[in-house]
């Protein structure tokens, strides 16, 4: 077999934790990026900062700082013992809230750009027929911007997948429960198991080219609106 059985379920939880961070993205990411794309606040360019920090912030510090807020002193820490959820750090939920925050600017900065290219002139319009802001957002935003919710969610799924340093710092290295593919090569890599490092990093490989590769095989078909 090409695969462990350790390997497969690695694979399977880090499916599932893409699956579920790129859904709370889209629902927490969209409004932002809608946000970002309409407003002239003052605010918008420090809120764009924030969003955009973990493309350049080390996973490792990202991750030290989320574990001291999830952690029994920080004040996530502290309301989730009192909600009687106890402890985030080293759960599967854990890795959730972590991945969210390190995959946030992967689904708002597509859906941003989106947003901005669809321009006035289409909410005018619905605004003359008496579409309230929800039905215009719904009915013509969102088809409009199709291309960009489907560039973010793959971006944020694919990025999901390869995270290392940030689920390695908040989920540690538990078999089935926060022991995701790229721990645990790993894992193969520093018991020398080299032959099971390699075959576990090609499927990743693999995949990593194939969500690239459809990503741009969509692209030449978008169109910018005015």
Known sequence: MLLTDSDLQAIGLTVRLAGIVTLILLVVGTPIAWWLARTRHWSKGPLGAVVA????????????????????????????QALGIGLLPFTFWGLVVASAFYSLPFMVQPLQNAFESIGERPLEVAATLRASPLDAFFTVVVPLALPGFLTAAILTFAHTVGEFGVVLMIGGNLPGETRVAS???YDHVEALEYAAAHRLAAVMLIFSFLVLLALYAWRPNTKKWS
């Open 53 to 80: 920090l973990p493309l350049v912030l080390p996973p490792s510090v990202l991750g030290f700082y989320l574990l001291l807020a999830m952690g029994p002193q920080g004040p996530v820490g502290h309301l989730t």
């Open 183 to 185: 721990v645990q090569i």
